[in-house]
């Protein structure tokens, strides 16, 4: 079965760092973070393509880091120097490389991240 499993989330007080991960159950060769707030639309984070290169929202620019892992078919998100305005559901995004086979824009279910004192 195809999926993307997020993890990582939770509470933590502003200035603090979480890690999210997004594991595939297969190569997961390029992907992106997104974010959606309460009553807000979802946006995108960062991004990571397959030759590694990141790009990120402005917003989270030098305090965000995105990764990637081929052996272990993991996607992170770093995210450091947190604040409130970062409180939201955090979604992975990818195009995967499952038994010979591309599945391409497939979403996981989403961590709660929340930022608050």
């Known amino acids: 079965q195809v999926q993307l499993v997020e993890s990582g989330g939770g509470l933590v007080q502003p200035g603090g760092s979480l890690r999210l991960s997004c594991a595939a159950s297969?190569?997961?060769?390029?992907s992106g973070w997104y974010r959606q707030a309460p009553g807000k639309q979802r946006e995108l984070v960062g991004a990571i393509t397959s030759d590694g290169s990141t790009n990120y929202a402005d917003s989270v620019k030098g305090r965000f880091t995105i990764s990637r892992d081929n052996a272990k078919n993991t996607v992170y998100l770093q995210m450091n120097s947190l604040k409130p305005e970062d409180t939201a559901v955090y979604y992975c995004?990818?195009?995967?490389?499952?038994?010979?086979?591309?599945?391409?824009?497939?979403w996981g279910q989403g961590t709660q991240v929340t930022v608050s004192s």
């Open positions: 995004n990818g195009n995967i490389y499952y038994k010979s086979r591309w599945f391409y824009d497939y």
């Open positions: 297969g190569s997961i060769v390029s």
